[in-house]
């Protein structure tokens, strides 16, 4: 048997929490160096693995498993990549890694909890986006709540537990529902109770009546909606982004909001593609509304995490916006741009937290020619900037370049509405590094902050380094997902078209051999 | 047919313990609780071991009136697991705040005798024996803590509600009796086709009453009424022996009686159920929130879940069955566990009793704080707990079944649930400690009972395949009480 690269790749951060339990809870370096060095390892792995990933193969690769888990549920344990996930599996190691380099001086009580939830966290989100078993899916997609909880409401400011029971409640209320869905599909796949089976493969192998797939698709639809945020379910996400510590908001929007949209493209839309065209239109709006609702309450922003906070409100829209417009373009501009908004959310999170660490405010009035005593830090936070409002050369711009033509080929008032949304994410992004960088630097306190030193710099790097390889030459990470892409597009309009109540009936009896000979064999 | 003691061997067995500790407490010292505790741990072992070595044998004995079936075996391993929780738990609370009565011991014994009793009989007036043989000893236990005023009230109250559910008991019983001429179970159910039209409505008559009798054992809206006041004032360790043993009897003895009825039920009977169910989730749910005391808000959650095995009661059928005792199995496991952690809390007068009292323990006793999170968490049914196994399975009964909007119900309910569990967790990890607190009321026993509850928590949560089997192995035993009538005819 190969290496399970995948398992090795989801638990490593556990067995760095076995490490870190075991060290004494004052040992605060050894126990930043552990929690660095594990994330730091399976970032290293995920780069082998996407090095080794093939890109015009659409199967599930490195797969693990099926190994029998829950038995009698039907449950097996198995994990897989295809070019949908393999960027997304790369991204959660290397934000982690980051928002851990980032809180070493911001968090300096409960370093050991702290840490602990931060590889939980890890080996959450990988287990959500490698999981290829539906019940497997939904235990990493609710453990990984836990942690994050945690994280907001014993480390974060101001309104955090608030915020923290906020973001629990939502989260799981559509999740619930999401738990109906799956035992209902998983209720469908056979008659027989033994034969019966979350595995993902499995089920999106069976036709679903279109009635039936307008009500699953909605259970799953809400779960992942209020994960996105999509308007109007995104009131959580301002509360949560703005009181969690830097390296919570870094991990929540970089990798968390992708995992609702990682949802809609993994499950609703092959599983459920009627129901899918049929709420084409319906997404779309509420895209468009997220776009130009979420930028223009970011740009009454007093505060600048806030402001990033209602940004990926219009970030994701535009994600959202790609993927529902069903073309190859529009769905591999939507999964590029969510490594982008990852890496370019997570960055601004992280600089607002450098800028914070220094001067415990965020409120923009408090800034104002800091660019003059901070001239490296206003560089990398101008690149980033940029990036996330998508100027040519930056990876923001191939990202909504691609949704926009994708978008524009099937309806161009859309396209139309999502263009001026860009103009709105400069107006409040460079209007609020106007007001924070620019002019004199007036105010006595901020005369004397020091630029970023060696560790942020450090961090900053490699984010800069990803802005213009994204930005200047995609083609490295387009191979790797256009195939997969192209795949999804396929099964969402070929399987549309079975309407026949006859070809339902075929396709039954012959999947039910299928089963028989299985039960023979085992 | 006969009278085949194997299939008794475990009501034997804690029987003669509870006459042992009853006669050995004479002669102990008062305060040396822990012999008695290692008389318990051996009493409740023999009894294991003999559950375990009657899981073959299948019989109906005693003039039919016990039988030993898969499903008598699943519960008395329940029972078994709960009072040897409860024994551990209570063991520093006895002796600190009881001076080491041994009569909490004997009258823990004998409820659990009356449990067994009452999930392995087939006949009416064998039920509601073992009803009065677990209630009484119930009733005492709650006003154990006599120097406490809320104890005694919550032991009258209990006493006076539980007699007149009793009668209902009764008179149910009186009216089966009427319709069919008997109270065995077996004989009653071949007796369904020469009762003919009349018996219907002495039936349902009957049906009812004993619904509402057992039901205020379980503690099922609206005859839940007791449940908060008496979890209250009942000592620590009381309340969690009574939330976990007694509630899985009742549920024994419900599944019995309604396996047997279902060929005269009809569906205006499942919609009565249905209408309860999602009554007592609810209630219970949303009382839960406004709780300010951890045994209060334990009480109305431990209503709800009680409508959560309704759900799977009224799904029906072996998945309904299996999931419902798969359920039971693992809310005592957890609820117990929850309670034992409560009594490391609680301190010298039951002073620590408030949620908000738990401020700031998350980091003063990690250890404790984490088992109690995960048992809170557990209860609210995240993934990788028991909790979530446990209702995963209820769900897929009723989907199964075609309950979908109970299971909607349901899972909003525990979306409900999940405000007031977090908000223990909120308490004890990000609000800042507000008194002093004295200690852990720390013991070897007590220790025990929170690792074993919180390894089977986990064990159940991540690897439940083995117990999911056995709850299925027990729901094949479901129709077995209409294969013993032939057997039952033949005498």
Redesign the interface.
């Known amino acids: 048997m190969e290496w399970p690269v995948l398992t090795w790749i989801v638990f490593l951060p556990l067995l760095g929490c076995l490490v870190i339990l075991l060290l004494n809870k004052t040992w605060h370096n050894a126990i930043r160096w552990t929690a660095l060095i594990t994330a730091f390892i399976d970032f290293i792995l995920t780069i082998i693995l996407f090095w080794k990933f093939n890109g015009s193969n659409t199967d599930m690769q490195f797969v693990v498993g099926p190994l029998p ?5 039907g449950v097996t344990f198995s994990l897989g990549v295809d070019g949908i996930s393999i960027l997304l599996v790369v991204l959660t190691p290397f934000l982690t890694a980051m928002a851990i380099a980032s809180s070493w001086t911001s968090i300096t009580e ?1 370093v050991k ?1 702290f840490m602990i939830s931060m590889l939980l966290l890890q080996t959450g989100m990988l287990g959500v986006f490698v999981a290829t078993d539906l019940f497997l899916f ?2 990493f997609w ?2 990984m ?2 942690p994050m ?2 994280m907001i ?2 480390w974060g400011g101001g309104r ?2 608030y915020a ?2 906020k973001f ?2 939502f989260t ?2 559509g999740s ?2 999401m ?2 869905a799956i ?2 599909l ?2 469908m796949t056979s008659p027989d ?1 033994l034969l019966r089976t979350t595995d993902f493969m499995t089920i999106l192998n069976m036709k679903i009546t279109p009635d039936l797939q307008v009500w699953l698709f909605l259970a799953f639809a809400l779960a992942f909606a209020i994960k996105v945020p999509l308007f109007p379910f995104h009131t959580w996400l301002p509360d949560a982004h703005v009181e969690a510590p830097t390296a919570g908001s870094v991990i929540l929007a970089g990798i968390l909001l992708k995992m609702g949209t990682y949802g809609f493209l993994r499950f609703c839309l092959p599983l459920f593609p009627d129901a899918t065209l049929q709420f084409v239109p319906l997404i779309s709006i509420l895209s468009l509304i997220g776009i130009t609702y979420g930028a223009l309450i970011a740009m009454v922003q007093k505060d600048v995490k806030s402001l990033v906070a209602y940004s990926s409100v219009a970030h994701l829209g535009f994600v959202m916006l790609g993927m529902f417009a069903l073309t190859a373009q529009g769905v591999t501009g939507s999964i590029l741009q969510m490594i982008n908004h990852g890496i370019a959310t997570g960055a601004l999170f992280f600089l607002v937290g450098v800028i914070y660490e220094r001067r415990h405010t965020r409120l923009i009035a408090d800034f104002g020619g800091i660019a003059h005593v901070m001239p490296l830090y206003a560089t990398v936070f101008l690149i980033v900037t940029l990036a996330s409002i998508g100027l040519p050369g930056t990876n923001g711009f191939v990202g909504e370049f691609l949704i926009l033509l994708g978008t524009f080929k099937v309806n161009p008032v859309y396209a139309a509405i999502g263009t001026a949304g860009i103009v709105l994410a400069a107006v409040y992004m460079l209007w609020m590094v106007q007001r924070v960088f620019f002019g004199k630097c007036e105010k006595e306190e901020n005369k004397k902050l020091l630029d970023m030193n060696w560790r942020e710099t450090f961090i900053a790097l490699p984010i800069v380094i990803m802005i213009f390889w994204i930005g200047i030459y995609p083609k490295t990470f387009i191979d790797k997902i256009e195939p997969s892409v192209n795949k999804v597009i396929e099964t969402v309009k070929s399987k549309a078209l079975v309407e026949d109540e006859s070809d339902f009936q075929a396709y039954d009896s012959s999947r039910e051999k299928a089963l028989e000979k299985k039960k023979a064999n085992k | 047919m006969g009278f085949n003691w194997t299939i008794i061997g475990p009501e034997i067995a804690i029987l003669v313990t509870g006459s042992v500790i009853l006669v050995s407490g004479l002669f102990l010292k008062k305060g040396r609780n822990s012999v008695l505790t290692a008389i318990s741990l051996i009493g409740i072992l023999i009894a294991l071991s003999l559950t375990f070595k009657s899981f073959s044998i299948t019989d109906l004995s005693f003039q039919g009136a016990v039988i030993g079936d898969r499903i008598a075996f699943f519960f008395k391993i329940i029972f078994c697991l709960g009072t040897l929780l409860t024994i551990f738990a209570a063991s520093t609370y006895v002796g600190r705040e009881l001076k080491g009565l041994s009569e909490f011991y004997i009258l823990v014994f004998f409820a659990t005798f009356g449990m067994m009793v009452m999930a392995s009989s087939t006949d009416l007036i064998a039920i509601f024996l073992g009803l009065e043989v677990m209630s009484i000893p119930l009733y005492v236990l709650a006003g154990i803590y006599r120097k406490r005023l809320r104890s005694r009230e919550a032991s009258m109250k209990y006493f006076f509600l539980g007699a007149f559910a009793s009668g209902f008991f009764l008179y149910g019983i009186a009216l089966i009796f009427g319709a069919y001429g008997s109270t065995n179970l077996i004989e009653i159910s071949s007796r369904f086709s020469f009762a003919g039209g009349a018996s219907t409505f002495l039936t349902l008559a009957g049906i009812a009453l004993i619904l509402i009798g057992v039901g205020f054992k379980v503690a099922i809206a609206p005859f839940h009424m007791w449940a908060p006041d008496v979890y209250e004032g009942a000592p620590a360790p009381v309340t969690a022996f009574m939330s976990a043993g007694p509630k899985a009897a009742g549920f024994a003895a419900l599944f019995r009686i309604f396996t047997v009825f279902a060929p005269v039920l009809n569906d205006k009977f499942t919609s009565i159920l249905w209408i309860l169910c999602v009554l007592t989730m609810t209630w219970g749910n949303v009382l839960a929130i406004s709780q300010k005391n951890i045994k209060r808000m334990l009480a109305y959650s431990s209503i709800a879940h009680a409508g959560y095995v309704m759900i799977a009661l009224v799904a029906g059928g072996k ?1 309904g069955f299996s999931a419902a005792i798969f359920y039971l199995l693992v809310y005592t496991i957890i609820n117990i566990g929850a309670f034992a952690v409560i009594i490391l809390f609680i301190g010298k007068g039951e002073k620590f009793e408030n949620i908000s009292d738990y401020a700031g323990f ?2 003063k006793y990690p250890f404790a704080a984490i088992a109690l999170t995960i048992f809170m ?1 557990a209860l609210a049914g ?3 707990t028991a909790g ?2 446990g209702k ?2 209820i ?2 009964a009723a ?2 079944s075609g309950f979908y909007w109970l ?2 119900i349901g ?2 309910n ?2 409900i649930s ?2 007031y569990y ?2 223990v967790v ?1 308490t004890m ?3 800042p400690a507000e008194h002093e607190h004295p200690g852990l009321a720390f013991s070897p026993t007590l220790l025990v009972a929170v690792l074993i509850t919180l390894i089977l928590t986990l064990q159940l949560g991540l ?3 083995s117990y ?2 056995f709850s ?1 192995l027990a729901g094949e035993h479901l129709g077995l009480m209409t294969i013993f009538q032939s057997i039952f005819n033949s005498l």
């Not at chain 1, 888990?69 to 549920?73: K, L, P, Q």
């Open positions: 888990w829950i038995e009698s549920f409960k909890g939904y235990v609710e453990v709540l836990v909880y945690f409401g014993i955090k537990i923290a029971v629990v409640l799981m209320f619930l529902l738990l109906l035992i209902k998983y209720v109770p | 998945s998350g980091f968490l995240i993934p990788a979530f196994v995963y399975k769900f897929m989907l199964n299971a909607i899972v909003i525990s979306l999940v405000w977090i908000y909120v990890y990000m609000k690897f439940p395949e999911l089997k299925d």
